[in-house]
């Protein structure tokens, strides 16, 4: 569709009300950038109601028009907030109203929008892509960026390939096809692998609201060929803090004005940065969250059978129960590999699943161990009678950690300090001895999903923090953190605060100096 761009507007103003299909007038310079940028990645930032969605949308819309036979990725972390949301604005307030008839919610590689030249605009969400991330893409654009990690993101950059002639136009010209990723995103915190990657923070501290990135020293393709510095690689776009403002209706600014202090300076300034009550404002996503290690691959995935095992419990109901596998390298670094995480099931439904997962892997690391022994003679090993559990520890619920033990688990009480506690795993967060394997939850539980709510131990972690009330003190706000939203980092908490006060129960320690044993 036109593109009408509002070149004597610079930040705010309304565009005239437009038959939707018809004709988008961009109104304001951030979304003009967006439309005539052909960089390889476009990163879009503002804040709430800043028109970030409906901009995406409208550029997709015109990726589709301009270019014919072209394949057109719309995604987001979440498929029902995709199908939710933004799909309403699509429907709604970007494609002409006979264009519905073409919506194939059910086609084939992802629901679709079935241009008349030939174009395809492909949605999926990240959590159930389907073959769509199979496909060769002309452009990508994604809502709500800031949700994907940088695994998910370089994921969907590897699909922009799709290989169309030019297109022809009427003048004796032709358009070479328009292939690039765009993201949008809310503002988040300076740690995210975005602000990372495209400098929002600094651009904001500069003053700086467009800012091209390119490379600086030449480099080598994969055909061989050697490419100058020079060349684009991105384009960085913030929002200002007045575009979009003449088409947010009275009780939408009123309810802005509601956030306070943070908040009010994220999601409605539109400043990126941490909060200041995070909790754990050391991790990163990016850093901490991880495939599996290589170096497992020979137990069939699994750490290795000489690597101490823990077993951490916090239970629940309607609050998720939640039973994590850490194992701790002989370098000191602790691993999650595995978790349950998951409501309204009983403790035994859990146990049953629990113990089905532990003899599974018990079964493949006897068999890796076999094999080891063939092609190793030398260092031979023994299979494990069972896995080598150093502690298994729980929250003090007496009832659910007796019906743990009638199932088979035996667990003590974990130490619980909070304070303590958290510095601990502070330390081992910040030190780079916490990591939290990709793919460590075993299910998905679609009910705290489909809530907006944390789905494993890692979507915990940059949510949790100090409570920030008129008058608390700093002592008051250090000792207690909100309790939302809590239930894998307890249970993480129990186990590396558990294992550091009381140590390993399987060693002794024997001294004859007389300051070794006053230490």
Not at 190 to 214: C, L, P, V
Not at 330 to 356: C, K, M, N, T
Not at 458 to 473: C, I, K, L, Q, V
Request: aromatic share 10%.
């Amino acid at each position: 569709m036109a593109i009408t761009p509002a070149l004597d507007r610079d930040e705010g103003g309304a565009p005239d009300q437009l038959e939707p299909g018809t004709e988008f007038v961009a109104n304001s310079r951030a979304q003009l950038a967006v439309f005539r940028s052909n960089a390889p990645v476009v990163a879009y930032s503002g804040r709430l109601g800043s028109a970030k969605s409906r901009t995406i949308l409208e550029a997709a819309d015109f990726d589709c028009w301009n270019w014919p036979d072209n394949r057109v990725a719309m995604t987001r972390k979440v498929a029902a907030h995709l199908f939710g949301s933004t799909l309403d604005i699509y429907l709604s307030e970007v494609i002409h109203p006979k264009m519905k008839q073409c919506w194939k919610p059910h086609a084939v590689g992802g629901a679709a929008m079935e241009y008349p030249n030939g174009s395809r605009m492909i949605w999926f969400g990240l959590d159930d892509p389907g073959k769509a991330l199979s496909a060769q893409y002309g452009s990508a654009y994604v809502d709500q960026a800031e949700e994907l990690d940088e695994h998910e993101a370089n994921a969907i950059e590897g699909r922009l390939r799709l290989r169309r002639p030019p297109t022809p136009r009427e003048d004796g010209t032709s358009d070479k096809l328009r292939r690039r990723m765009v993201y949008a995103f809310n503002p988040d915190a300076d740690t995210h692998w975005a602000n990372r990657r495209f400098g929002f923070k600094d651009m904001q501290e500069k003053g700086e609201w467009h800012r091209s990135i390119y490379t600086q020293e030449p480099r080598q393709l994969l055909n061989k060929l050697w490419v100058p510095a020079g060349q684009l690689l991105a384009e960085v776009v913030i929002a200002g803090p007045q575009d979009n403002v003449g088409n947010l209706t009275t009780d939408y600014q009123l309810r802005l004005s509601e956030y306070k202090g943070r908040w009010y300076d994220r999601y409605v300034l539109g400043k990126w940065g941490s909060f200041e009550g995070q909790v754990y404002d050391c991790f990163d996503a990016a850093r901490h969250v991880i495939d599996t290690p290589p170096e497992w691959e020979q137990w069939g995935g699994y750490p290795p059978p000489t690597w101490r095992r823990y077993r951490a419990v916090d239970f629940g109901y309607e609050n998720p129960f939640v039973m994590q596998w850490l194992t701790l390298s002989p370098a000191g670094a602790w691993f999650l590999y595995r978790e349950i995480y998951h409501s309204r099931r009983l403790v035994s439904d859990h146990a049953a699943q629990a113990r089905q997962l532990e003899a599974d892997e018990l079964a493949t690391v006897n068999a890796c161990v076999e094999r080891w022994n063939l092609t190793h003679p030398s260092d031979r090993m023994e299979p494990l009678k069972r896995l080598p559990f150093t502690m298994s520890v729980s929250d003090h619920d007496a009832e659910d950690r007796a019906t743990l033990e009638r199932e088979g688990f035996v667990t003590d009480p974990a130490v619980k300090d909070v304070t303590s506690g958290i510095q601990t795993v502070y330390q081992a967060v910040s030190s780079d001895k916490l990591f939290l394997l990709r793919h460590a939850r075993v299910e998905m539980d679609q009910r705290l999903k489909d809530e907006g709510n944390p789905t494993c131990t890692a979507e915990e972690f940059s949510g949790y923090h100090y409570p920030r009330t008129p008058g608390s003190s700093e002592k008051t706000i250090k000792e207690a953190p909100v309790k939302v939203r809590d239930h894998g980092v307890d249970a993480t908490r129990y186990c590396l605060q558990t294992a550091r006060v009381r140590g390993d129960l399987r060693v002794i320690r024997i001294s004859t100096s007389p300051r070794a044993e006053e230490d």
